[in-house]
């Protein structure tokens, strides 16, 4: 019988699970998780905390999913090491868990900047259902918050602790907020929708210290020397994989534990999924965590067929990919999304009014990324087209069309059968 | 097994008729006259598309690799045992992930929440579409799904 230890119980490690039990039915699978949480999804807790969904709903499989695959979960345990040579890995309290192969399923822990007075009570990063709860139990106290950080984070955390009634100022370092995934022109037009339901945003301002006597925060000063008086701060900016479990080991690291397109670590029966993983990004093919729920579940899917079948399937690489909707406007990103250099063609239609605006990137023929405000239905659609990597020059001028749809597309499903090979392009006779 | 509704492209017309009894099948009092008046309007769940001369009504493809399922981040789209993809209201919260990633765009927003083909799961005589395309040009296809 064969032994599969999967560290983590979140996206990557349970899709791997259920693929690992699909495929081998007696095999032992042991879960460990430092969280002592039944599985849940991270990416609701800004629902959660909005009071938009309760606590109930966090939970992404059944309080049941261990017994139901007969896994073993350890839960509420830390691996603090792993031994590949003796094939064991070991956790907090002593104990040691062995395996005949292992998946790292970590995922990344929310980055707390250096900033003089971040220990303070009152300053959190929004990750775990405990940080969550932990800025619940603050909101009690809080008048007014301020969130560091103008990414998806920053501001779904921003519109959660709005929506339960509570001043919010988001102060950005860069000149616009979600710099990560647009440039300033889409990103005003979320900036003002956002503005105009009552969130205050400051740019190009950083924070310099967390005030506050007693070791609670009481605001929190800026570099420009002004001071916003706050009860609460959610930090938001980014994350980091947690790798340190590997450190000193034959386990290749770079930022993130580095994997190849099979998700198989330097190590050959050690493989890694998620947002701990490193592995090639599907436009640029270099190395990139595209630290997204999507890639963590199909990641963990390949690696869990791999470690059972040997590697038989590959990853075609890792897709930068979002989608928020805030106050009723939906945003989505994909791919490039910034005029890098001249080489970039840029397609862009708006309308104001609604407000409606898409912009393209496209490279030698190739669609390799998008913005969609407004309207993003057929997302899905330009996706599948940045995926495929076709030469997209014949359909360029509907791209921008109001009336875009798969059809569109068509010639070029008929033009490419080679690359878009899944059966369900053959439905359409 | 697969399960999905096919298109002949040769058919079709785009008379509509899979949109509009689609949207009525899915509305709360399923009935055209009073269907009208509901809010959220009901959302047909079929698209009639076209290109140059060639038309076609496309819906969920019940993909064997379903990208949406994969994408939703509350497990509100999931994989039916009869290996359809199906799609939990209740747990849905309007995040468009599963939209982002849908290659034939056929994930329709509705209020809060999205709205997908769901095969007409539980009606009598199949998916309504099929029942009453007058050229019969969509049917149910039952396929050998591969082992992949
Ligand atoms: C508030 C929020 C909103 C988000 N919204 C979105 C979104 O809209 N769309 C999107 O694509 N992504 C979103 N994300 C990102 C998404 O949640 C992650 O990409 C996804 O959770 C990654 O899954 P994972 O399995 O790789 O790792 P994680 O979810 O980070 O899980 C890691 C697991 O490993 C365990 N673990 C870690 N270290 C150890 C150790 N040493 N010992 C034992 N166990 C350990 C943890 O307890 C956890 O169970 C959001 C994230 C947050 C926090
Ligand atoms: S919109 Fe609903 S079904 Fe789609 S991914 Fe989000 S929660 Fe899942």
Known sequence: ????????????????????????????????????????????????????????????????????????????????????????????????????????????????????????????????????????????????????????????????????????????????????????????????????????????LAAVEILGSNQEVEGVKLENNTVIQCELIIVGKGVQPNIELVKDTEVKTNYGIVVNEYLQTSVDNIYAAGDVAESNDLISGNLTINALWPNAVIQGKIAGYNMVLGNTKKYDGTLAMNSVEFFGLPVITCGVTKQKDETIEVLVTKNENKPVYKKFFIKNGVLIGFVLIGDVEQAGVYNSLVRKKVDITKIKESLVSEKFDFAKILPLVNANKEKFFEPEYCEIV | MKKTIIVETEKCLGCKTCELVCAVQHSNTKNLELAVFEQPTPVPRRKVEYINSVIISDGCHHCEEALCVSACMSAAMYKDVDGTTQHNEEKCVGCNMCIMVCPFGVIKRKGNVVVKCDLCKGRENGPACVESCPTKALKVSMQLQQIS
């Open chain 1, 1 to 204: 019988m064969k032994r599969y230890v999967i560290i983590g119980t979140s996206a990557a490690g349970v899709s791997a699970a259920e693929v690992i039990r699909k495929l081998d039915k007696t095999a032992k699978i042991i879960m460990v998780s430092d969280e002592n949480y039944p599985v849940y999804s991270r990416c609701l807790l800004s629902y959660y905390l909005a009071n938009d969904i309760p606590e109930e709903k966090l939970k992404y499989r059944d309080e049941k999913f261990f017994d139901q695959n007969s896994i073993d979960p350890v839960l509420g345990k830390k691996v603090v090491k792993i031994e590949p040579q003796k094939k064991v890995v070991l956790l907090e309290d002593g104990s040691k868990i062995e395996y005949d192969t292992l998946l790292i399923a970590t995922g990344a822990r929310a980055k707390l900047e250096n900033i003089p007075g971040k220990e303070k009570y009152g300053v959190f990063g929004l990750r775990t259902i405990s940080d969550a709860k932990q800025i619940n139990t603050r909101l009690n106290k809080t008048k007014t918050a301020v969130m560091l950080g103008g990414g998806l984070i920053g501001l779904k955390a921003a519109y959660a602790v709005h929506k339960r009634g509570t001043e919010v100022v988001v102060v950005v370092k860069s000149p616009h907020i979600l710099s990560q995934i647009m440039d300033s022109e889409p990103a005003e037009i979320v900036q003002k929708h956002i503005s105009q339901k009552g969130i205050q945003i400051q740019t190009n």
